[in-house]
Structures are given as structure tokens and as C-alpha cells.
């Protein structure tokens, strides 16, 4: 399935049908009084949340989401049937922006959650509601309104509590790996990882649907200048948005320290406020590293980023408990599950 998190879409909402100008003709009543019924409401085009999806890709195939008009009243007072409500499925983690002003107009997160994205127009009234003392034949009704017609830009971004950040090769998707179930591809080569995955971390590891667990995206790698558009750059970096903490990766044995720098600069270039989130670092690969210089390069970056830093190997799966236990309990301590979607 192709990953696609942006979309421009055009959604139409229904018109309202016209009011009806009627009179009852009956066989001893010949000029009988308006019998014009309102037309019918228009559909609005709503957005759902599916959880079963997560990917915009739907949206690249049907790009026009049109939804239909409510039908004109007729005689005899009867109203016009209402236009069918169009309802659209996103994947969890949707914003949704009106094109032209770059406002925003939902975001949608929770599963179920909706939003009208385009309202449909009200129905008019007929001229049986127009008769009066003095004027009893009417020929006035009102015409349905139109609905709303907007060019859309939806942008997905996931919805994950940490995420994995570091320069390509770092070891992110190996880490994902060693910690969940998700099974990104993972190669010794830079920008292996083109697409965001999530994956569900279990803390005490037993998988158990009741254990406390967490989620974690791990996303392309950084590069100099990815908030200017270099590597992958921006498009993966608001995947971070709505990730409660960020757990930087640096290879142990690839200048750790400058490592770090970049990615923080390239994270604080994109939205400074990334960086108020806690953090911790895990210096990765130690397993190609002399056993005796591990504590002291652990305890040296520390020092360098004012981070705590765990060593750990991915591939290896040395040190990963107490690095999960950790951002276990930084998670708990930065608000409740619910707090993480509000961005
Ligand atoms: N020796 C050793 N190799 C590792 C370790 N973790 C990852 N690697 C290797 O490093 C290479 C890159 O790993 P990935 O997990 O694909 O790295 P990534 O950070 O996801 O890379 P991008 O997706 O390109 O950003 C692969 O060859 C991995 O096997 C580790 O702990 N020890
Ligand atoms: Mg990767």
C-alpha cells in the first residue's frame, strides 16, 4: 500500500431544493389556497475517522467529493426529499485545511470523530407559507441555497507518542524492530526508510493486550538542511507534531555528538517547539565498540547534549529494557493518553 499524507481535494455540498409555488385545484374549489411545500436540504460532504486506515492514498484516485441536491417541493404541500449526506473516510491523525485561506477546518483523530467539511444548503420554502389575510394566492417561494463549495488540502500526520529521530543509518528502523511487532525495512544504506511506519511497544514485553504499552513512529532519516527540503526533509519532519517525546538515535561509532547537533538543529528549524519536548538519546551500535569505552561514551555525550543517554545495540538487542522503562514513565509524566492528540 503507498503511504501518501497530503492531499488536495474539491468538495461540493448539495444544494437546497427550491420552495414549490402550488394551489390545491379541487373539483367544487377552484381557486384553492397555496399548497407549495419546501424543497429538501441539501447533503453535507462529513469526515469520518476509520482507524482501519493510514494512508490518503484514496484521495489521489477521487479527487472531487461531490454530495447531492435536496429535491424541489411540490404541490399539494409535500416537501422535497433531502439530498444524501456524502461520508468520507481519513485515517486517524487527519488535518484538514481550507485551501484558499490555510485555515484550519477540522483536525480529526479520535476514531468516529467527524467533521462537516462542506454544509449543505437549506431548502426553500414553498408558497403555502406565504398566504395571508389579504394576499391568499401567493406566487412567492424561496429558492434552495447553494452548499458549500471549497477546494480542500488534507495533511496526515500520525499519531504516535515518541518518535525515533536521527541521521540516516542511525539504526531507527532496526530500533522499531527490536521493539515492536512493526517491520520496517532496514538496509546499511542512507534513506532506507521512505515512508513513516508506527509500531506498538509493550513494556514489560509480554504483548498482552492489558500491558501498558506505547507508540512509536519511526520516521526517514535527517539530514543538514532537511527543514529547507534536503533528503526527505519536511515532508516526514510534522510527523513528529503530535509525538509526546522524541528519542534521538546516533550510531556510537559516527561522531555522536555532532550527530545529535544536526538533527536537533534541522528538528529546531522546522518548529523550535519540538525541542521543549523530553527527550532522551540512544546511542546505538555499541556492540562495535570496545566494551570498556562504552560506559565512558555514554557518560561524554550526556555530558555534551544534557540528555540522558542509554547505550544500546538494536541489532543485538542489548540495553533496550531499562531505555523503554524510561520513556515509559516520561510518557506518563508528560499528560494522559488524551492530552497527546491536542496539537
Ligand atoms: N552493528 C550494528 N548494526 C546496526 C545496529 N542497528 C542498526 N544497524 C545496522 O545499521 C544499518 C542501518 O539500519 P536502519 O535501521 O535501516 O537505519 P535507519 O536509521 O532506519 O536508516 P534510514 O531509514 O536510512 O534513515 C543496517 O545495516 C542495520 O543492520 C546495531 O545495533 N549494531
Ligand atoms: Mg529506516
Known sequence: MRFIDEARVFVRAGKGGDGAIAFLREKYRPFGGPAGGDGGRGGS???EVDEGLSTLLDFKYQPRLVARDGQPGRGKQQYGKAGADMVVRVPPGTVIFDDETGDTIADLVMP??????AQAGEGGRGNMHFATPTRRSPRIATPGTAGVQRWVRLELRLVAEAGLVGLPNAGKSTL???LSAARPKIAPYP???LAPNIGRVFVSGTGHQDEESFTVADIPGLIEGAHRGQGLGIR?????ARTRMLVFVVDAGASPAAAFATVRREIGAFDPALLLRPALVALNKIDLIASKEIAGAASELQH???LRVFPISAERRIGLEPMVKEIARMLSDSGGAEAECRN
Open 45 to 47: 460532504v462529513i469526515f
Open 112 to 117: 468516529g470523530s467527524r467533521a462537516v467539511i
Open 176 to 178: 522499531l524492530t527490536a
Open 191 to 193: 534513506f532506507t526508510t
Open 236 to 240: 516526514f519532519l510534522r510527523h513528529l
Open 304 to 306: 555534551d547534549v544534557g
